[in-house]
């Protein structure tokens, strides 16, 4: 065990792993971000804030119960960096730690928690073979480690793909997403609250269209929960 610890130590030495926001070496312990920008990263603490940003965007849109946003996006910042490995750089361990930071925010607010399912937003099926995972997907088993919510990752599906959403209006964005989401064939919502979890918010247009798929389905109640937001 002792020669095993020098070994690792040793491969530190000579290999030391990035940080996946800021890129500096990591110290022994830490696991894929480092302490630093883990303890200087813009947390919004809107699940403290039940009147937050993120909760009016989607005002007479649709009915959501919370909705909080653990991080600020900003372009060029180190959310962005982050957002952009654990969806593109192959990085799903990435994905599940930001998931438990998630979680762990959730837990100092017992409303947040007082849901009967977690739901990640899906992904096309082709598109996370693709990929190779879904980040909502592990970003919610993240947080229901943390939690101990109960996950549904089965329960709504993602008919077809949709393309690029990025040059899009947000009435376009809504229109082309209205008829994208369903639920698998055995899903029971009725008299549920679930809450959502996708990795960015931005115009809103696919978490409000996958928590109408919700409460048609009879669930009593959807809350959001995303690891930012878009200011």
Same mark, same amino acid.
């Given at each position: 065990?002792?020669?095993?610890? &020098?070994?690792?130590?040793?491969?530190?030495?000579?290999?030391?792993?990035?940080?996946?926001?800021?890129?500096? *070496?990591?110290?022994?312990?830490?696991? +894929?971000?480092?302490?630093?920008? &883990?303890?200087? +990263?813009?947390?919004?603490?809107?699940?403290?804030?039940?009147? #937050?940003?993120?909760?009016?965007?989607?005002?007479?849109?649709?009915?959501?119960?919370?909705? /909080?946003?653990?991080?600020?996006?900003? %372009?060029?910042?180190?959310?962005?960096?982050?957002?952009?490995?654990?969806?593109?750089?192959?990085?799903?361990?990435?994905?599940?730690?930001?998931?438990?930071?998630?979680?762990?925010?959730? %837990?100092?607010?017992?409303?947040?928690?007082?849901?009967?399912?977690?739901?990640?937003?899906? /992904?096309? %099926?082709?598109?996370?073979?693709?990929?190779?995972?879904?980040? =909502?997907?592990?970003?919610?088993?993240? /947080?229901?480690?943390?939690?101990?919510?109960?996950?549904?990752?089965?329960?709504?599906?993602? %008919?077809?793909?949709?393309?690029?959403?990025?040059?899009? =209006?947000?009435? *376009?964005?809504?229109?082309? /997403?209205?008829?994208?989401?369903?639920? *698998?064939?055995?899903?029971?919502? #009725?008299?549920?609250?679930?809450?959502?979890?996708?990795?960015?918010?931005?115009?809103?247009?696919?978490?409000?269209?996958?928590?109408?798929?919700?409460?048609?389905?009879?669930?009593?109640?959807? *809350? +959001?929960?995303?690891?930012?937001?878009?200011?």
């Amino acid at each position: 065990m002792v020669f095993a610890d &020098i070994l690792y130590d040793l491969s530190l030495l000579l290999f030391p792993e990035p940080c996946q926001a800021c890129g500096t *070496s990591l110290f022994k312990g830490e696991r +894929l971000i480092c302490t630093t920008c &883990i303890y200087n +990263l813009p947390y919004t603490d809107y699940h403290l804030d039940p009147d #937050n940003r993120v909760a009016r965007q989607f005002w007479g849109r649709v009915p959501l119960r919370y909705a /909080m946003a653990l991080l600020y996006f900003r %372009k060029g910042g180190h959310v962005q960096a982050l957002l952009h490995r654990l969806k593109y750089g192959n990085q799903p361990e990435l994905a599940t730690l930001m998931g438990t930071l998630l979680g762990e925010r959730l %837990k100092t607010n017992p409303d947040l928690l007082n849901i009967d399912f977690v739901v990640p937003i899906p /992904m096309f %099926k082709k598109s996370e073979r693709k990929r190779g995972y879904n980040q =909502s997907r592990l970003i919610a088993t993240g /947080m229901c480690t943390a939690t101990g919510a109960q996950l549904e990752d089965r329960l709504l599906l993602k %008919k077809h793909q949709t393309g690029s959403q990025t040059r899009k =209006s947000r009435f *376009s964005r809504y229109e082309n /997403m209205r008829l994208v989401f369903c639920l *698998s064939a055995d899903a029971h919502v #009725n008299g549920k609250h679930i809450l959502l979890i996708d990795d960015v918010v931005t115009t809103g247009a696919t978490v409000e269209a996958c928590a109408l798929v919700l409460l048609e389905a009879g669930a009593a109640t959807v *809350s +959001l929960a995303t690891l930012a937001f878009t200011e």
